[in-house]
């Protein structure tokens, strides 16, 4: 499943930040579950065609982070389940997937009023 990640080579956000975002959402939406292996840092470079070190960084920032741990000789395995995921990235996921998607929008000429617009209207028909 994380082999199926597409690099948005548009977007301004880097690499590793993209491939963090959507590992981290295959995490919290329950799509890879508590135990299970992912690829290993060289397998995920290789199939993404991306730096050996990016794939790295990525794991080591979610190793830090507390989603995944990487076990000698066995692989890197998802360490939390999709709930104490939650609590663990509390407000970060919220502010990662703002961030996206207000690059988005700046990189197709929203402006910031505009964009305020959206999220005003929005959240107040959730009230």
Request: aromatic share 8%.
């Amino acid at each position: 499943m994380v082999n199926q990640f597409r690099i948005d080579e548009t977007c301004r956000i880097p690499i590793w930040v993209q491939l963090r975002n959507y590992i981290l959402h295959l995490i919290l939406s329950g799509q890879v579950k508590q135990g299970e292996q992912l690829p290993s840092v060289r397998e995920l470079s290789a199939n993404l065609e991306i730096n050996y070190n990016t794939a790295r960084k990525v794991y080591n920032d979610l190793m830090k982070d507390g989603f995944i741990a990487s076990e000698r000789g066995r692989g890197t395995f998802v360490l939390c389940s999709e709930q104490k995921a939650h609590e663990a990235a509390g407000e970060d996921v919220i502010e990662v997937m703002a961030g996206d998607f207000i690059d988005k929008c700046y990189e197709m000429g929203f402006s910031s009023k505009e964009i305020a617009a959206v999220f005003e209207r929005k959240l107040r028909g959730r009230l």
